[in-house]
């Protein structure tokens, strides 16, 4: 299979919560975009248990209002989500509605959460995303709604855990970092947009708590590529089973824009 262009290149960002992309991934996701690939948005849960007023219906009904918003802000194409807060489970349903939507989209980058995390919401979606991904071509394998099998070339990154660290508290370091600096504020503008959440926080952590937190992240994991004011984090998964060949087409479109730490590469081959 010929190496895709940059116009080519279809990107699924599947997160487990509205705003999860916003604070992990939207400034990757907005440089694929500016570099050419169709990008499309999807949270897992609806943000229903992201309230301390609204009930869950109200809850979920505003979330998503917000989570369209700012996916519209970039040109993303959404995808409704399959599941409450605190119930993406790794089950047979949950992955039969999620492989559906990975067929149909059929993404040769995916960007899902980090595999070890803090909160089981974030891990299974990891999970789930990462499964879907390996079933993309297996016409045995039912969806919900049943959708035709795709040919498998797909790469999986998993973004940094929130925090930078795992649930043990072990700092978590990525293998490739994508330099934001430039993409700044329209991650900042996507953030925004979860207006329901920016006001619950800011009110009980502290004025633009929200907004901040983010932005200290940013210039964490800047400092921790060594190179980037503002960074974003990926870890590559294994190709095995989701691409005939392995390859790094994140890198490979973003160019300049990315860097990979060959520390860590030469880590991975001694098993650290």
């Known amino acids: 299979m010929a190496d895709p262009t940059p116009q080519r290149v279809t990107v699924l960002a599947a997160a487990a919560h509205p705003d999860d992309i916003e604070f992990m991934m939207a400034g990757t996701l907005i440089l694929l975009r500016e570099a050419g690939c169709e990008i499309h948005y999807m949270n897992l849960a609806d943000g229903c248990c992201g309230s301390a007023t609204l009930p869950r219906r109200e809850a979920a009904r505003v979330r998503e209002k917000e989570a369209r918003k700012a996916a519209a802000l970039v040109g993303a194409e959404f995808h409704p989500s399959l599941a409450g807060d605190i119930e993406i489970l790794y089950d047979k349903e949950t992955l039969a509605r999620l492989g559906a939507v990975v067929r149909r989209v059929n993404p040769q980058i995916l960007l899902v959460p980090s595999p070890d995390d803090y909160m089981e919401d974030h891990m299974n979606t990891s999970r789930l995303a990462v499964t879907a991904a390996f079933c993309m071509g297996m016409r045995n394998f039912p969806t919900r709604p049943r959708t035709r099998p795709v040919a498998a070339d797909c790469t999986v990154y998993h ?50 708590a929200y907004l901040v937190t983010m932005e200290e992240m940013g210039a964490e994991v800047g400092r921790l590529s060594g190179r980037f004011s503002h960074a974003e984090g990926w870890r590559r998964h294994l190709h095995l089973g989701l691409s005939p060949v392995e390859r790094d087409p994140l890198a490979e479109v973003l160019g300049d824009k990315a860097f990979i730490d060959e520390a860590y590469e030469r880590l991975l081959e001694r098993g650290g």
Not at 178 to 196: N, T, Y
């Open 159 to 208: 973004a940094l855990p929130y925090g930078l660290r795992d649930g043990l508290r072990r700092r978590v370091r990525a293998g490739l970092y994508v330099d934001i600096g430039s993409v700044r504020e329209k991650k900042r503008r996507m953030l925004a947009c979860h207006r329901s959440q920016k006001e619950w926080l800011d009110r009980s952590q502290g004025i633009d």
